[in-house]
């Protein structure tokens, strides 16, 4: 039998969570067709791995490049992590399907952003976009609930009418039909933070009769985190649906002691049946639009009437008296700038909003309602509210998968702006480098076994995941001595160190640590 490509002597770490074993890989075409002994003669490429490790291709559970990949579509910053499939259209935020005002303002967004033409409108359509562009890494998507409901009912604070919520049942059964592998939703953000969980349940339903997961971001990872993941405990009961609960943490200093009880409410839940697991990024900030502080009534009716409220000085106060209720007061110093749109604002990119507001001469509340305005609601920002004992304790947890919240981008080009989050550059190498290598918190099977099978079988990919014969050729050769990460947040376009190659069905797309321009990803379909 004669390979494509043969790698020999590699220590290979199978995603089982099982210890390491050294033997060759013979690749066919785009699947493994050996592990064992096999000699060089019978392959057209060798890739001599020795003194390297091999692991299946590492899976990013909670993405957000659904966008990216269509500006460009060498996803730089996953690919050279060693992610090679890609979950998008979660914290209920998709690319598809969409409808309506949504998707004009997306378009408006992404053209004068990005260059970038939106033309479709339902999963199909999008799917077919990615695959005539090309893309470097797999993806598979999942349906966002708040792009849904936004584009049945805009972003009012009502439950669905009969008719809306035939819609919104109807849409999600084509999505699911379509390949979709779920359904993300994003309790936070708006319109979902005015859905109820019967609204939920109902939908979930949908999804769970046709195979599907609900990933959600929850609706407090704070003050009232105990009673969101009671909440998403009671959709999954009740709507009989596998339940991810995304990048868990607890906010803000005041809530670190409550992680005993959220790992008693979660682990009680699988207990009793459950099925529930989570994804964590190894860092110690969240990132997410700067809006995100702002209270919910102030999103409804869209962005035009979001920037009118801003506007005006009486409506301000009363939205600042209740910013003041959920916000510590000293908390402002702890929230960091990451990327407007205009050039007007570029210097205010790295600066905390304390910083920025001494820089314009202004009371803390009226630069972030100004800057919000001036940026027409557009403004990123990093929020350092986590402990670093709570992260190691989470990351030895069983249940939990590793995803980097972060969408692919460059270190040039129009996805080189800004200051993005390092997890954007760094979550996976990061793992393997301070996690395994230097702090022993995690040993290297466990940790790929995070990053690999365990996310493809919680989506129910039974072809990626694993080193064994008949898989798919996803995989990553690195070294445990380098591997590591280099992007910081004052300098975050920095790709890792330790990756040597990464092949992405039967294609090296990575060599030596250097993009090759391949574009090997698929989309894949539920």
Not at 81 to 94: A, F, L, W
Request: glycine content about 10%.
């Amino acid at each position: 039998m004669i390979c494509n490509m043969l790698i020999k002597d590699a220590d290979i770490y199978d995603g089982s969570g099982m210890l390491p074993f050294r033997a060759d890989i013979g690749i066919i075409g785009d699947r493994i067709s050996k592990v064992g002994r096999i000699e060089a003669r019978d392959a057209e490429e060798v890739i001599d791995a020795g003194g390297l490790a091999i692991s299946p291709g590492f899976v990013d559970i909670h993405s957000h490049s659904d966008y990216y990949l269509l500006i460009n579509p060498f996803a730089e910053s996953k690919i050279r992590q060693g992610v090679t499939t890609e979950i998008g259209g979660n914290c209920g935020y998709s690319a598809a399907p969409i409808r309506g005002e949504v998707l004009e303002e997306r378009k408006r967004s992404y053209r004068e952003s990005y260059d970038l033409d939106l033309d479709w409108t339902d999963l199909n359509g999008y799917f077919d976009r990615l695959a005539g562009k090309g893309i470097s890494v797999n993806y598979a998507a999942l349906l966002g609930y708040n792009t849904i409901r936004d584009s049945v009912m805009g972003r009012e604070d009502r439950a669905p009418g009969e008719d809306e919520i035939k819609r919104i049942s109807d849409t999600i059964l084509s999505g699911m039909k379509a390949g979709a592998y779920g359904i993300s939703v994003g309790f936070i953000y708006p319109p979902a933070c005015y859905a109820d969980k019967g609204e939920l349940i109902d939908s979930c339903r949908i999804v769970s009769e046709n195979g599907g997961i609900l990933a959600t971001h929850i609706r407090s990872e704070g003050i009232k985190i105990l009673e969101a993941i009671e909440e998403v405990i009671n959709i999954g009961r009740e709507a009989d649906i596998p339940v991810q609960i995304s990048h868990l943490k607890t906010s803000g200093e005041d809530n670190w002691k409550k992680i005993d009880a959220v790992f008693d409410l979660i682990e009680s839940a699988i207990d009793r049946g459950l099925d529930l697991s989570c994804d964590r990024y190894p860092y110690l900030a969240g990132n997410t639009g700067l809006q995100a502080v702002l209270p919910n009534r102030v999103f409804e009716g869209g962005v035009e009437l979001q920037i009118e409220r801003l506007r005006n000085r009486e409506t301000r106060r009363g939205i600042k008296e209740d910013m003041l209720k959920e916000m510590i007061p000293d908390a402002w110093d702890k929230v960091v700038i990451s990327e407007v749109i205009s050039d007007k604002n570029k210097d205010l990119e790295g600066k905390s909003v304390k910083e920025g507001a001494g820089i314009r001469g202004s009371d803390v509340f009226d630069f972030i309602f100004d800057l919000l305005v001036e940026e027409r609601t557009e403004v990123d920002a990093l929020f350092f509210s986590m402990s670093e004992e709570n992260l190691h304790r989470i990351l030895l947890k069983p249940y939990i998968m590793i995803g980097s919240d972060s969408g692919a981008r460059a270190a040039y080009g129009p996805l080189g702006r800004g200051r993005p989050h390092p997890r954007t550059f760094g979550t996976f190498p990061r793992i393997l480098g301070r996690y395994v290598r230097d702090t022993g918190l995690l040993d290297l099977p466990t940790a790929i076994k995070k990053m690999t099978s365990d996310p493809c079988r919680r989506l129910g990919i039974d072809d990626r995941g694993l080193i064994k014969e008949g898989m798919y050729a996803d995989i990553v050769i690195f070294n445990p001595a380098e591997i590591s990460d280099t992007a910081t947040y004052e300098h975050p376009f920095k790709y890792p160190s330790g990756i040597e190659y990464v092949i992405v069905n039967g294609v090296v797309t990575v060599k030596k640590g250097e993009h090759t321009r391949a574009l090997a990803g698929r989309v894949l379909r539920r």
